[in-house]
């Protein structure tokens, strides 16, 4: 089946969920409705089902959405792969409603998943002369999943990874992403590690800045851009403090959108507090963010930073769905221009 035919596609989607729909629930859904990247069914007495085709532990947003739509008063999610299916499952004990359970595919069969272990992050290096080599230059230090990286206003210039074969266990590359550290290394091996540094700031500086021209190194990453501001700011979200970690599931590439979390204090009640950053709508924001939380903080109290033109109900909606529901903060004006 080509992904570049996309009715025949979602017409097997629909025959493969009306049939597990069928084996598995005895079931026959009269009503079958457009789900893009999938199927959905509902059937007469309110029950929804989703097969999930593309994305699908990170597609639980577009499930709920469709089932808000539809008035699905549950809604069972199918996909494919073991592994999604244990994350989508894990997500949706997070939700209040609708009831939400989680399927994996066993040939014609359908098997209930099992909530997936809330993950253990690798370590990241220790490397204390790495790590000041990044903050000397103006960079924020951000543990990742194994990692640190230094970014500039959200985008990654440099990362320290592990490396047994280098000085202290560790050793630091430059650029960004995965082609670029591995140019710079061939073209400018020459230069010290600190001017290497240097160089990659001063080229992304001069694009990664409010009010510059539109430009790959301006595009890419802008919730993590939201985030950094906000660690600067944390007044602005009711926080008294912030810090950017890593996502239960974290991003794969530079160009992958995902919201971006960081962890903090209240500054009203001093209780834990996660901020997760969006922008544009994006139904996979509220999913994600209790993941994030259930992750970092079961018991923190939930934001949603989201830019004021990109509040619309549906994240409210979704929000408030969840066991604990979760606070939705406009960031009004240009976020980007807070000193």
Not at 273 to 278: E, G, T
């Amino acid at each position: 089946m080509s992904a570049a035919d996309p009715p025949r596609r979602a017409a097997l989607n629909a025959a493969k969920l009306g049939a597990l729909v069928r084996e598995g629930w005895g079931a026959e859904a009269r009503s079958g409705h457009v789900f893009p990247g999938g199927a959905a069914l509902l059937g007469e007495d309110g029950t929804g089902w989703v097969l999930l085709d593309t994305g699908s532990e990170r597609n639980l947003g577009g499930a709920l959405t469709w089932a808000r739509k539809v008035g699905a008063a549950s809604l069972h999610v199918v996909v494919d792969d073991d592994a999604a299916a244990a994350v989508l499952a894990r997500r949706a004990t997070h939700l209040a409603r609708p009831a939400t359970r989680a399927w994996s595919v066993d040939g014609q069969a359908l098997r209930p998943a099992e909530p997936a272990p809330i993950p253990r992050p690798l370590p990241p290096p220790e490397a204390p002369r790495l790590r000041a080599l990044l903050a000397e230059v103006g960079l924020e230090v951000v543990e990742e999943d194994g990692i640190v990286v230094g970014e500039l206003r959200g985008l990654e210039v440099a990362r320290i990874e592990h490396d047994p074969d280098a000085e202290g266990g560790a050793r630091l590359a430059v650029g960004v992403g995965r082609f670029d550290r591995e140019v710079t290394a061939m073209l400018h091996g020459d230069l010290s590690t600190q001017d290497q540094l240097r160089r990659a700031v001063d080229i992304v500086g001069r694009y990664r800045r409010p009010g510059a021209a539109p430009h790959p190194m301006n595009q890419l990453v802008p919730e993590r851009w939201m985030r950094a501001v906000l660690v600067g700011h944390p007044e602005v979200v009711g926080a008294s403090d912030l810090r950017p970690v890593v996502s239960a599931v974290p991003r794969t590439n530079l160009r992958e959108r995902l919201p971006a979390t960081a962890l903090g204090t209240a500054a009203d009640t001093g209780e834990p507090l996660v901020v997760v950053c969006s922008l544009g709508v994006d139904v996979e924001l509220v999913p994600t963010a209790a993941d994030d939380r259930g992750f970092h903080a079961p018991d923190a109290r939930l934001v949603l930073a989201v830019a004021a033109r990109d509040v619309v109900p549906l994240t409210t909606a979704l929000a408030d769905q969840l066991v604990r529901p979760a606070q939705v903060v406009a960031v009004d004006g240009d976020w980007r221009t807070l000193p």
